[in-house]
């Protein structure tokens, strides 16, 4: 099985600023993995998948970037209802599996 | 517009049953593969089963195989879930999922929350 890692666990922002999350695989999974954010009491929102494709609505703040074993989210400008979780995916691969999540909190 | 309604949801006694549906509609089943993912209380995202769309090619998360069957009635055009010997650990909100592009999900449904407990 594919482990996912992502880091940091928690990431205090303040709006304005430029975010990087971390997603990594234990392995080689090419471009297979997707990213989702996610509010509380709302079901994930695909934000980019092919690790760095844009998914239909999503604003051009989010970039995603990587291959391999190491990618990244960046959020260029955190506006106020960016807030939320962040995890990966691997897509493609047998178990399909996310990773632990990262919190964009206030700072 | 794409939508998924789950239902079926509910509190069972370990050792217990529940089929869980999804309805899909603005797109057909038949032609799109599926999934079921479960988030369990203030925890993270857990793929649990997939189905394909082409063909009914399944797959299961190594702690639902052979306890859980993902299944679709392309007629009504809803995705089920059927869950036998549920365990505590089962606990959680289930959604299912539309793929978008080698099993990434870009439309979700509400979800629907499973209780297994005594």
């Known amino acids: 099985e594919i482990v996912m890692t992502q880091s940091p666990a928690t990431l205090s922002v303040s709006p304005g600023e430029r975010v990087t999350l971390s997603c990594r695989a234990s392995?080689?999974?090419?471009?297979?993995l997707a990213w989702y954010q996610q509010k509380p009491g709302q079901a994930p929102r695909l934000l980019i998948y092919?690790?760095?494709t844009r998914a239909t609505g999503i604003p051009a703040r989010f970039s995603g970037s990587g291959s391999g074993t190491e990618f990244t989210l960046t959020i260029s400008s955190l506006q106020s209802e960016d807030f939320a979780v962040y995890y990966c995916?691997?897509?493609?691969?047998?178990?399909?599996?996310f990773g632990g999540g990262t919190k964009v909190e206030i700072k | 517009e794409v939508q998924l309604l789950e239902s079926g949801g509910g509190l069972v006694q370990p050792g217990g049953s529940l089929r869980l549906s999804c309805a899909a509609s603005?797109?057909?089943?038949?032609?799109?593969?599926m999934a079921w993912v479960r988030q369990a209380p203030g925890k993270g995202l857990e793929w649990v089963s997939s189905?394909?769309?082409?063909?009914?090619?399944?797959h299961y998360a190594d702690s639902v195989k052979g306890r859980f069957t993902i299944s679709r009635d392309i007629s009504k055009n809803i995705l089920y879930l059927q869950m036998n010997s549920l365990r505590a650990e089962d606990t959680a909100l289930y959604y299912c999922?539309?793929?978008?592009?080698?099993?990434?999900?870009?439309?979700w449904g509400r979800g629907i929350l499973v209780t297994v407990s005594s």
């Open positions: 999922a539309k793929d978008i592009w080698a099993w990434s999900f870009d439309f």
């Open positions: 603005g797109f057909t089943l038949s032609s799109n593969a």
């Open positions: 189905i394909d769309g082409g063909s009914d090619d399944t």
């Open positions: 392995q080689s999974v090419s471009s297979n």
């Open positions: 092919d690790a760095s």
């Open positions: 995916q691997l897509c493609n691969n047998w178990p399909l599996t």
